[in-house]
């Protein structure tokens, strides 16, 4: 009988050399980079076209998302249905997101089917023509959704802490009223379209199990295309934050829970001390065995779960502390968040704890590299933030070798009450 | 395919191995035979309650998540209402952590107080955060009552309500921890980058001396045939009126499975569906709608969902339904999208097993249905699927009789 008292013996995850598997990287004709990971067990792809066709873009709110929504609702030659039809048909899955600086369209198939599947991809990216009736469908069906959201306080939190931080005329700060859909025109998507997406500026990210003239292939279909001709215009939007830090908002009288948010503007990936703050972070809040989670769930049971958070933006970041809470302690959950920030300006890490979390977040950085979709994303991530593998190298090397003085430091320079709104939608 | 070896220790865990040098990770999936239906009505929610407990510390270990951090683990863990499912992943040279973590909540619990008191409060924040504080969040507590009549079905995972939470008491987490949570009621599965050899080793070391407790044996009062259409309707503080129907629909391991799970498909599964195209695209009575079933493994139902476009009348679209449920009644779908269904079936099953994780958790699943080979033929059974199969299925299954309509109506416009 083994010695249960006893833990086995461990290998240090920081011991552990991590390596981030270079994509492939080839230029189609008309300059579009392409970068693939070829890797994996199971006979699939994943494409990704990144657009710069976010909402950074707008002229008119919401023009950019419904661009994106409904470039695969009809071509000239096919009808919305004729397109949904083909790539089920093929087993495909053909999506599509719009952020605030980037929109994608994504295409996930087996790899026996990409080259049936490609000409389709082209065809929405050169002839979409937006229908009216496609149009109108979708405003109604967005209003619906909008109402059944704002019935819900993390959802209202969550739009009204971007507001408060970025201001309401940033993209990261903007939201929609039910109206505004009202307001979108199909000579608005046609246009943005033109400009955005037809003539726009496109990288792609592929993993998987690609076929062996995959090269030939995205060659063919899309190094022909007017992409990335233009430089892409410099755009700005000042951030204007709000001067009320403080927040309660009652959306449902009868609610029985509120929706807390406490976040603070953070500089960038690139400033020198996002890497380490990704550690402090963790410690905080990142993660299960954090000390918000210890404290405000594992001891008081306030919540279901609580978690901080690097907001991932590429112009400017926000600190954020995010968790549902009853209502009648909503108010303890937050006097329990500062106290913990107090904590670590003011007490010391123990070796031990620090150490759990350096483990910690090099077993998952172990383990998120898991496979090519995972690692491709990574990389996207990195090349979209103008960054390289160097960043990611550095940011482990942060991770092995930071000291508790150095939390402590950063703590006392980032982790004040008065520096962050603080916000309760019941 | 997914090679795995198979072996049984002495007190009767079943030990499933799939390694996979391709990874430096391990992963530990230990699935207990017991979930939601095998609770008593009186004191529903109890598996996922016990589900939280089993964090909180067991005999010889203070604490479960801090030493699995320590050696760069991370878990998590799910509760249906057929099963528990407990997993982890580690870096590879750290496995026996799992194994002794793992097998020591397997001997026997803390049973502490502070962690049930404080677990009871976490669970009735879950219960608020999802099925209280949402829009529509009461559905399927409704649904399900409406439904079942006698199989433990009729209630959710999370509990029939708070108070069956609130009273929970250490003698009821010690009962049901010594009923369930035993070897001979557990499957464990062990995957990533490991070796047969070592597993049997580490499985020996840290399970093989765990009493084998008593092979629990199900009996649960079987669904009666529902003789009549059963409808509710109720008014809610919610923006949209929305309609819940659900038919009784095979069991998971009936040959009328794959049949079954391809009409929800051809009904609701995706943008080029018949719902969809139908009633959101050409008749726009509804905002979305959708097709589905749970995949239980005893009698489940077949869902069709969906909220209304304002101000259409309820009956209108409950109708329209109505006419293409004729359609698959009354006629043979053609091949190409018979084909088109499979095809998407194919791609799905691929995509899931991309991860060591979702591997494990498979594996783990089809042992419980009776073998993990059975992971390496399922999608042939979905390929002898014929046209007639689901001509029949949708004359069985979708009928007034075995049918359960819920009006969910917006008392605010």
């Known amino acids: ?426 | 395919m997914i090679k795995f070896e198979r072996f049984v220790l002495g007190n009767g865990l079943k030990v499933l191995v799939h390694p996979d040098p391709s990874t430096p990770m391990a992963v530990v999936n230990v699935l207990y035979d017991v979930g939601a239906r095998d609770e008593v009505p009186a004191k529903t929610g109890f598996a996922h309650l016990f589900e939280h407990l089993m964090f909180g510390g067991s005999v010889n270990i203070p604490d479960y998540d801090e030493p699995l951090q320590v050696a760069g683990g991370e878990n998590n863990a799910y509760t249906t209402n057929d099963l528990t499912n407990y997993y982890c992943q580690l870096p590879a040279d750290n496995l026996e952590t799992a194994f002794w973590l793992e097998s020591d909540r397997m001997l026997s619990l803390a049973f502490s107080k502070k962690s049930l008191d404080v677990q009871r409060k976490v669970v009735c924040e879950e219960f608020k955060e999802h099925y209280i504080n949402k829009p529509y969040g009461d559905v399927w507590h409704t649904m399900r009552e409406l439904a079942y009549k006698e199989h433990p079905y009729r209630w959710m995972t999370i509990g029939k309500e708070l108070s069956h939470i609130e009273n929970a008491t250490l003698e009821d987490v010690k009962a049901f921890f010594f009923k369930h949570y035993t070897p001979i009621n557990a499957i464990l599965v062990v995957a990533g980058n490991v070796s047969v050899d070592q597993v049997k080793t580490l499985a020996e070391k840290w399970f093989g001396d765990i009493p084998s407790g008593e092979q629990y044996k199900r009996n649960l009062p079987a669904e009666p045939q529902q003789a009549e259409a059963r409808r509710l309707t109720v008014h809610r503080n919610v923006p949209m009126d929305a309609i819940y129907k659900t038919w009784h629909m095979c069991a998971r391991r009936d040959d009328d499975y794959y049949a079954t799970d391809l009409l929800t498909d051809i009904l609701g599964g995706g943008a080029s569906s018949r719902l969809y195209q139908s009633l959101v695209k050409e008749q726009q009575l509804f905002a979305n709608i959708n097709c589905y079933h749970f995949g239980s493994l005893d009698k489940g139902l077949l869902t069709i969902e969906g909220q209304l476009i304002k101000g259409v009348d309820m009956q209108k679209a409950e109708d329209a339904i109505e006419l293409e449920l004729d359609k698959v009644r009354k006629e043979l779908l053609d091949d190409r999208e018979l084909q088109k269904v499979k095809n998407k079936t194919e791609s799905v099953m691929a995509f899931e097993d991309m991860s060591v994780m979702n591997r494990a958790g498979s594996l783990a699943f089809y042992e419980l249905l009776g073998d993990g080979e059975l992971m390496n033929s399922e999608f042939q059974k979905y390929q002898h699927v014929k046209s007639e199969d689901l001509h029949r299925i949708a004359n069985e299954v979708l009928t007034a009789n075995n049918s359960n309509t819920l009006w969910y109506l917006s008392d605010n416009k």
């Not at chain 1, 470039?71 to 053909?94: C, H, M, P, Q, R």
């Not at chain 1, 062996?212 to 060659?219: C, F, R």
């Not at chain 1, 976040?263 to 550690?279: E, G, N, Y």
């Open chain 1, 1 to 426: 009988m083994p010695d249960r008292s006893l833990a086995p013996e461990i290998k240090d995850a920081v011991e552990y050399k991590i390596e981030l598997k270079r994509p492939d990287t080839f230029s189609l004709d008309n300059g579009v980079k392409v970068y693939n990971v070829q890797a994996g067990t199971e006979e699939v792809v994943q494409i990704e076209w990144v657009f710069k066709a976010g909402n950074w873009f707008d002229s008119k709110k919401n023009v950019s998302s419904a661009a994106n929504f409904l470039i695969k609702n009809g071509t000239s030659k096919k009808s919305a249905y004729e397109i949904n039809e083909f790539v089920d048909f093929y087993g495909a899955y053909l999506n599509r997101n719009c952020f605030n600086e980037t929109a994608v369209v994504t295409l996930h198939c087996l790899t026996r089917q990409l080259a049936q599947l490609l000409p389709l991809v082209r065809e929405i990216f050169t002839d979409a023509i937006f229908p009216e009736e496609e149009l109108l469908i979708y405003r109604q069906n967005m209003k619906q959704k909008l109402a059944v959201n704002l019935r819900k306080c993390d959802f209202v939190a969550g739009r009204k802490i971007d507001e408060l931080l970025f201001g309401f005329k940033h993209p990261y700060g903007v939201y929609s009223f039910e109206t505004d859909y009202d307001e979108i025109q199909v000579e608005d998507l046609k246009k943005f379209y033109a400009q955005y997406y037809q003539k726009g500026h496109c990288t792609v990210f592929s993993a998987g199990i690609l076929p062996k003239d995959y090269q030939q292939l995205m060659n063919q279909f899309f190094g022909d295309l007017p992409f990335n001709q233009k430089p892409l215009e410099n755009i700005e939007h000042p951030i204007v934050s709000d001067n009320q830090k403080k927040w309660n908002i009652i959306n449902d009288e009868e609610g029985v829970q509120g929706a807390i948010r406490i976040a603070r503007l953070f500089p960038t990936r690139k400033h020198p001390d996002f890497p380490k703050v990704q550690v402090l972070n963790t410690l905080f809040g990142g993660f299960f065995g954090s000390r918000l989670m210890t404290n405000i769930r594992e001891d008081k049971g306030y919540t279901y779960g609580i978690y901080s958070f690097l907001v991932n933006h590429i112009q400017s970041s926000a600190w954020m502390i995010s968790t549902e809470a009853g209502r009648t302690v909503c108010e303890a959950t937050i006097n329990e968040v500062y106290h913990e920030m107090k904590q670590l300006r003011e007490g010391d890490i123990d070796e031990e704890e620090l150490m759990l979390v350096k483990n910690y977040l090099i077993g998952t950085l172990l383990g998120d590299l898991d496979g090519p979709f995972h690692i491709i994303g990574r990389w996207k991530n990195l090349i979209l933030n103008d960054l390289d593998d160097s960043f990611f190298y550095h940011s482990v090397d942060t991770i092995k070798n930071i000291s508790a003085a150095e939390l402590k430091e950063l703590a006392n320079k980032y982790l004040h009450p008065e520096d962050f709104y603080e916000l309760v939608v019941v």
